[in-house]
Nanobody
Framework: QVQLVESGGGLVQAGGSLRLSCTASGRTFMSYAMGWFRQAPGKERECVSIVNWNGSYKYHADSVKGRFIISRDNAKNTVYLQMNSLKPEDTAVYYC???????????????????WGQGTQVTVSS
């Protein structure tokens, strides 16, 4: 069983930056594809960014491309989401998630992910 704990959310003005962190328990973190998802009130959970097991493949949704960067440090069992040039429409609860995969291209669908963090609120004011 893997436990994921997110941190780094908060309130920021439009144009500002935040860095989310997600630390996993256990010794098999390097076997996991990891992703960041978000869910705004009244909307479905959507994929924001994903990274494969060794960091060689990264995906960012069109809505965040050029502003958000996903990265991972397998030695620290941690995945990060650097969020720059934040917009009010980025306001959501952000979730870290993972599933066992050594595929080069991980899944984007939330249903593929077996482990989820508790979520962290990101609020961007205009």
């Amino acid at each position: 069983q893997v436990q994921l704990v997110e941190s780094g959310g908060g309130l920021v003005q439009a144009g500002g930056s935040l860095r989310l962190s997600c630390t996993a328990s256990g010794r098999t973190f390097m076997s996991y594809a990891m992703g960041w998802f978000r869910q705004a009130p009244g909307k479905e959970r959507e994929c924001v960014s994903i990274v494969n097991w060794n960091g060689s493949y990264k995906y960012h949704a069109d809505s965040v491309k050029g502003r958000f960067i996903i990265s991972r440090d397998n030695a620290k069992n941690t995945v990060y989401l650097q969020m720059n040039s934040l917009k009010p429409e980025d306001t959501a609860v952000y979730y870290c998630a993972g599933y066992i995969s050594r595929s080069y291209v991980p899944a984007q669908a939330p249903a593929a992910y077996d482990y989820w963090g508790q979520g962290t609120q990101v609020t961007v004011s205009s």
